[in-house]
């Protein structure tokens, strides 16, 4: 994997307490909408790395604003895995101790990764600390999906600390000594369940992933909302069609650290993909193509980036 440009400013960290690098992961960003995630991020964390998915970014738009922000300009669109493997690799050469991750659209409060880091202190356990969040693009709540959650359903919590199964990737504030156990993001994803599937390996492996719902981020998740009854569908491209259904699939085949019966409820949630997408998404003809191609490479394996068009 190459870089068109790493630009360096001279760091200066925070004196005193363990070392957290941001990691924001920007694909085709809206220069206002990044320019603000950075400026509710950058004075949490020692160090901050953009890492641009071989878009459009340019480096003098944040770097020249402040000497803690690093951009790595990516020669192509990796995927958000490797791009986030690539930030960890460059949080470590400057000693991190824990990362958030971060996607481009994602506000944070002031005092919220302070308050992320507490949370490790009451759970010796925890791999990785996450946030509440409220999805800008829905006009309901978000919850938490427990870890005793039954068919990966979330549940409205409105306070304190709880044992996740899963938990997206913006927010997520990770231990790196953890991560050293559990292994990078999975690459072969490219994009979607990357997130999810590193919390499965991490519970696999003996740790926890903790929600506080004392802290509540602002996150887009996805391009639009639907209201179905008393749900609300979140709705991307066809791509993203393509991406969500293959690697659902996927993982209820291939994982071999959920059990059956998690496999089973999975594979079972996952049969809504092929149905909802096309149903509900326009230009249909072009989402149930997509659907049906990522259905048709997962029960071959096929994964990693497609070349396919919808």
């Known amino acids: 994997m190459g870089a068109l440009g790493i630009y360096h400013p001279e760091p200066r960290y925070f004196s005193g307490g363990p070392l ?21 991020l950058i004075d949490q964390v020692d160090h901050l ?24 300009q990516l020669e192509d669109n990796y995927g958000i895995a490797k791009a986030q493997n690539r930030g960890i690799a460059e949080a470590r050469k400057v000693g991190a101790d824990y990362v958030v991750l971060s996607d481009q659209d994602t506000r944070y409060p002031p005092g919220a990764i302070s308050q992320l880091m507490d949370v490790f202190d009451r759970w010796p356990l925890a791999a990785a600390v996450v946030p509440k969040f409220n999805d800008v693009n829905k006009a309901g709540r978000d919850g938490f999906i427990l870890a005793s959650s039954i068919f990966f359903s979330p549940s409205q919590v409105d306070g304190g600390e709880y044992d996740l199964l899963q938990a997206i990737a913006s927010g997520k504030l990770i231990r790196l000594s953890a991560l050293d156990q559990v292994g990078l993001m999975y690459e072969d994803l490219f994009i ?34 639907l209201a179905i009854g008393y749900r609300e569908v979140n709705l991307r491209s066809p791509l993203r069609h393509y991406y969500i259904t293959r690697n659902a699939f996927a ?60």
């Open 251 to 310: 993982l209820a085949l291939r994982t071999p650290y959920l059990s059956l019966g998690m496999r089973c409820l999975l594979l079972l949630r996952s049969l809504r993909y092929p149905v909802a997408f096309p149903l509900l998404s326009r230009p249909r003809l072009r989402n149930l193509c997509a659907v049906v191609a990522g259905l048709s490479d997962a029960l071959l394996g096929r994964l990693g980036k497609t070349h396919r068009t919808f």
């Open 192 to 225: 979607d369940w990357v997130d999810i599937e590193w919390c499965w390996r991490a519970r696999a492996r003996g740790y926890q992933i903790v929600g506080s719902a004392d802290v509540v981020i602002d996150h887009a998740l996805g391009d639009e909302s």
């Open 49 to 72: 790395f953009i890492v641009d998915n071989g878009s459009s970014v340019k480096a003098g738009e944040f770097v020249s604003d402040h000497e803690r922000l690093t951009l790595i």
């Open 20 to 40: 957290i690098a941001g990691i924001v992961i920007t694909y085709r960003p809206e220069t206002s909408i990044l320019r603000k995630t950075v400026q509710s």
